[in-house]
Every structure is written in structure tokens, then in C-alpha cells.
């Protein structure tokens, strides 16, 4: 049985907080796209409540967010990105 944490494949799950003129969450979706990692976007300049829910998360507004699984990192850090996927 899936869980929230994992995806259709067993994978953890991967969701994106970003805004569309941030670098960086471009950055880090055209790393998805790249290695095929399907992901979940919100856009929290257009999201109010997306918004409230990652800063609630992180204490903070600064783009992009990207949690996977139950792990959450701030800004795009394609190390750590990369070791959390298993890639």
C-alpha cells in the first residue's frame, strides 16, 4: 500500500514550492525533468494557502522549496537533492 511519503513506484514522493520567475525552482525542475523525477508544483505566489503551508513548514518564504519524502530543503541543493532520490 502507498503511503504519502511514496509514490505509485515505491519512490518517496517529491514536491516543489516555487514561484515562476525564481531561478533556481527552474533550475531544480529542469534537474527533475532530466533524471525523470515526477514531482508535484505549487505555486506559491499565485497559492495563498500553498504559501502559509510552506512557511508554516519552514519558518521562512525564501523559493524554492523541495520536500521528499518527509525531508525538506530549502533553496536548491542538487547534492543533497541528488542523495535523497537515490540518483
Same mark, same amino acid.
Given at each position: 500500500?502507498?503511503?504519502?511519503?511514496?509514490?505509485?513506484?515505491?519512490?518517496?514522493?517529491?514536491?516543489?514550492?516555487?514561484?515562476?520567475?525564481? %531561478?533556481?525552482?527552474? &533550475?531544480?525542475? +529542469?534537474?527533475? !525533468? @532530466?533524471?525523470?523525477?515526477?514531482?508535484?508544483? %505549487?505555486?506559491?505566489? &499565485?497559492?495563498? +494557502?500553498?504559501? !502559509? @503551508?510552506?512557511?508554516?513548514?519552514?519558518?521562512?518564504?525564501?523559493?524554492?522549496?523541495?520536500?521528499?519524502?518527509?525531508?525538506?530543503?530549502?533553496?536548491?541543493?542538487?547534492?543533497?537533492?541528488t542523495e535523497l532520490?537515490?540518483?
Open positions: 500500500m502507498d503511503t504519502p511519503e511514496t509514490n505509485n513506484e515505491g519512490n518517496k514522493s517529491v514536491v516543489i514550492y516555487s514561484t515562476p520567475v525564481c %531561478h533556481f525552482c527552474h &533550475a531544480a525542475k +529542469e534537474f527533475f !525533468a @532530466e533524471n525523470g523525477v515526477e514531482y508535484t508544483e %505549487h505555486d506559491v505566489a &499565485a497559492d495563498t +494557502e500553498k504559501r !502559509a @503551508e510552506m512557511i508554516d513548514m519552514t519558518g521562512q518564504m525564501g523559493v524554492p522549496v523541495i520536500k521528499i519524502g518527509d525531508d525538506v530543503i530549502i533553496g536548491f541543493d542538487e547534492p543533497k537533492v532520490l537515490g540518483l
